[in-house]
């Protein structure tokens, strides 16, 4: 028996959710069975969460598109109990059960080991949302980042977090977009140079072009903004996108494109193969300073969830939390 936090759907098409006692016969198929120590909370597991059901296909359901533990039983060669390993996406969480539980059961396909110099809670204080900053800080690096600063957005929450301390550890001076004054001591830890007031960015400019003024950026808000950024990227630069919260419209020209040679790289962690998770995490465990990392942590329990699930959706979370599932 373990605990897992269950949602489930009444008669009345109501959303409940609440921590149960489960047999572990009761886990899906898969050939790796692994003792949860954390997850954490994403925008996905908020809309799980959330009154109508959101991502969910099937009831009832565990959440938690993220979790990290040891291997306690495995029919596939590559992992063996007591190995420690971490999962982001694969629609665990959403069409699979997930890591809001003390047990998962899964492909072994969608594991990656834990990195040497990780724990379980760091790597839940990193996530899907921070493995999506590091492959976008990557693919920066393989388009070349320009000189002035980087640009992130969005930089307050998950992805945003992680970009701004991952860019400033690398040396880039780092301006952080947010729409909360409160942040800007939060992101000044974090290493950013600069915070740049979402309202500053937030409208569509009549100018197709502006000053050039980012040498990169790591965008997770889409939407008008990103078409404002656009227009104010140096000659050459790149532009990452990880997130929508803005929306999915793009109300930009060509312009930026043609004329700056703006390249715009559309960043999707979900289902990255094994060698670009391993690569990834594997900088994550080089490049990302524990000591900011643990600055990010909001810890939480698994009967902390509904709650936390509503305030994700509504943008009051700041940072990343990690769910001890053992607490």
């Not at 598109?65 to 629609?91: C, H, K, M, N, Q």
Request: aromatic share 4%.
């Amino acid at each position: 028996m373990f605990d897992a936090l269950i949602v489930d759907k009444d008669a009345d098409g109501q959303v409940r959710a609440g921590v149960q006692r489960i047999a572990v016969d009761r886990l899906p198929a898969g050939n790796v069975t692994v003792a949860i120590e954390c997850s954490t909370v994403n925008y996905k597991d908020g809309l799980c969460l959330g009154s109508g059901g959101g991502l969910v296909r099937t009831w009832p359901h565990v959440p938690g598109i993220d979790f990290a533990g040891t291997v306690e039983v495995s029919d596939d060669p590559r992992y063996a109990p007591g190995d420690r390993v971490v999962l982001t996406g694969w629609r665990v969480g959403e069409a699979r059960w997930g890591g809001y539980a003390q047990k998962a059961r899964v492909d072994a396909d969608w594991l990656v080991p834990l990195p040497d110099g990780l724990t379980p809670r760091q790597a839940m204080a990193v996530g899907t949302a921070g493995l999506t900053a590091m492959l976008a800080v990557m693919a920066l690096e393989d388009h070349g980042i320009k000189d002035g600063p980087v640009l992130v957005t969005g930089a307050a929450g998950g992805v945003g977090s992680v970009a701004t301390a991952l860019l400033a550890a690398l040396g880039h001076p780092v301006a952080a977009v947010t729409g909360r004054p409160e942040a800007a001591d939060y992101l000044m830890s974090l290493g950013a140079t600069e915070v740049v007031a979402r309202a500053d960015l937030a409208e569509t400019s009549r100018k197709p072009l502006e000053a050039e003024r980012w040498g990169g950026c790591v965008d997770a808000v889409g939407g008008a903004m990103l078409a404002r950024v656009l227009g104010q990227m140096r000659y050459g630069a790149s532009v990452a996108a990880v997130g929508l919260a803005g929306g999915s419209d793009l109300p930009a020209t060509v312009i930026p494109f043609l004329l700056r040679g703006v390249n715009l790289l559309g960043i999707d962690s979900v289902m990255q193969p094994f060698v670009a998770r391993q690569k990834a995490w594997a900088r994550i465990a080089r490049d990302l300073p524990l000591d900011r990392l643990e600055a990010m942590i909001v810890p939480a329990t698994l009967s902390d969830l509904p709650r936390l699930g509503a305030d994700i959706l509504a943008g009051r979370v700041r940072g990343r939390v990690v769910v001890d599932v053992n607490a």
